[in-house]
C-alpha cells in the first residue's frame, strides 16, 4: 500500500513560515492535530471553513449536550446515547458516543473514571470555566 503524502505550509501572525510535512499511514485524528496546531499559532485566517461532515456534526452536537446538561453530573456514554435521542430524534450507535466521549477526555474537556467496561464521565473544572457560547 503506498503511503500518504501531506505537506502544509502557512504563516502566523507573527508572519513566520511553518512547514509541516507528513508521510506514511497518516489518520484522520493526525490530520486534526496537526489543524489544532496551525490554528494555535494563528496560521487560519480568512479561510473559508470546511463544510462539516455528517459525524462531526454528531460530535458537535454530543459536546454540546454534555456542556449544557451534563456540567454538574456523572454521566455514561449510555445516559448521552438517550440524551441524544431525546434532543434531536436521531438514533445514534453507543459505539460512537463512546468514541466521541473518549476523544472529548482525550482532549481534557472531560474527566474519565472507571473501566473500559463503564467509563464514567464529568466535566473537567478546567472546561466549568471556559465559556463555549
Not at 22 to 37: A, F, P, R, S, T
Not at 111 to 132: F, M
Request: net charge neutral; proline share 3%.
Amino acid at each position: 500500500m503506498p503511503s500518504k503524502r501531506f505537506k502544509i505550509e502557512f504563516y502566523d501572525d507573527n508572519g513566520i513560515k511553518h512547514n509541516i510535512s507528513l508521510e506514511g499511514n497518516v489518520h484522520k485524528e493526525k490530520i486534526v492535530q496537526i489543524m489544532d496546531y496551525v490554528e494555535l499559532m494563528g496560521g487560519i485566517k480568512n479561510i473559508n471553513p470546511p463544510q462539516v461532515t455528517n459525524s462531526e456534526n454528531k460530535f458537535f452536537r454530543i459536546k454540546n449536550l454534555v456542556l449544557s446538561n451534563y456540567s454538574d453530573k456523572v454521566f455514561t456514554s449510555k445516559d448521552i446515547q438517550i440524551s441524544y435521542f431525546e434532543s434531536y430524534g436521531d438514533d445514534i450507535p453507543l459505539s460512537t458516543v463512546s468514541t466521541y466521549l473518549s476523544r472529548l477526555a482525550d482532549r481534557g474537556v472531560l474527566n474519565r473514571g472507571g473501566s473500559s467496561g463503564e467509563w464514567h464521565y464529568a466535566l473537567s473544572s478546567s472546561s466549568k470555566e471556559v465559556n463555549y457560547q
